[in-house]
């Protein structure tokens, strides 16, 4: 994956985002969070990346959205195209990882799931204020109840999953933002379709997630 493709995805996002922002028709949480990541990202340095973060990964859950491909072709939302067209071509040569400890109760998930950091503390553009990643859930899929210090929002590029937090439970179809504050339980879980869904991580992006229920 070459830096210009890295800094077009990201712009991607940010652009959706920014249209978001303009469009006001966000609820006050969800306006506030991006216009905090807008202007971390704003600070971001994209004149340089680091070569070492941008070598993929080749991790098994890019077989896993052979899907998403496919109904990208078939006419995806257009406020969402965008950002498809921008990460579909690099799926495959993205720095895919998955960083929790294994689970005897759940030995595969490490293989069908994962996410790819383009700005962050080991992502290609470096940033110790925000990330701004993919997230990919195979199908069929529990995401376990997790917290994280970090103030998160995810924005639904292509699958409807369930999205816990806090003990209650919505469907979010593609086009769809939310925001978890600090530190509050959360979880997702795939049915027929994977997940495929931007993130974006302010605070403290340092500290990792973790299991609650583990």
């Known amino acids: 994956m070459t830096p210009a493709a890295a800094k077009a995805a990201v712009d991607a996002v940010r652009a959706h985002f920014a249209a978001r922002m303009r469009a006001g028709r966000e609820a006050p949480a969800i ?3 991006l216009a905090r990541v807008l202007r971390l990202l704003d600070e971001v340095d994209f004149s340089r990346a680091d070569e070492k973060h941008l070598r993929p990964s080749g991790h098994p859950v890019v077989t896993q959205l052979g899907q998403v491909m496919r109904a990208a072709e078939s006419g995806p939302d257009d406020a969402l195209s965008p950002i498809l067209a921008a990460f579909l071509p690099i799926l495959d040569a993205l720095p895919w990882r998955f960083s929790y400890a294994p689970r005897p109760d759940m030995p595969d998930i490490g ?6 950091e383009l700005v962050g503390p080991i992502a290609p553009f470096h940033s110790r ?3 701004l990643g993919l ?17 998160e929002t995810y924005l639904v590029v292509s699958g409807t999953a369930a999205w816990t937090a806090a003990g209650v439970t919505t469907r979010r179809p593609p086009g769809d933002i939310l925001v978890h504050p600090s530190n509050v339980v959360h979880a997702m879980e795939t049915g027929d379709a994977p997940l495929l869904a931007a993130y974006a991580w302010t605070g403290d992006v340092e500290t990792l997630s973790e299991y609650v229920d583990a």
Request: glycine letters at 4%; aromatic letters at 6%.
């Open 31 to 33: 306006a506030e969070e």
């Open 111 to 116: 293989e069908r799931m994962a996410w790819a």
């Open 129 to 131: 204020k925000v990330c």
């Open 135 to 151: 997230t990919a859930i195979g199908p069929h899929l529990l995401y376990p109840a997790h917290r994280h210090p970090a103030v």
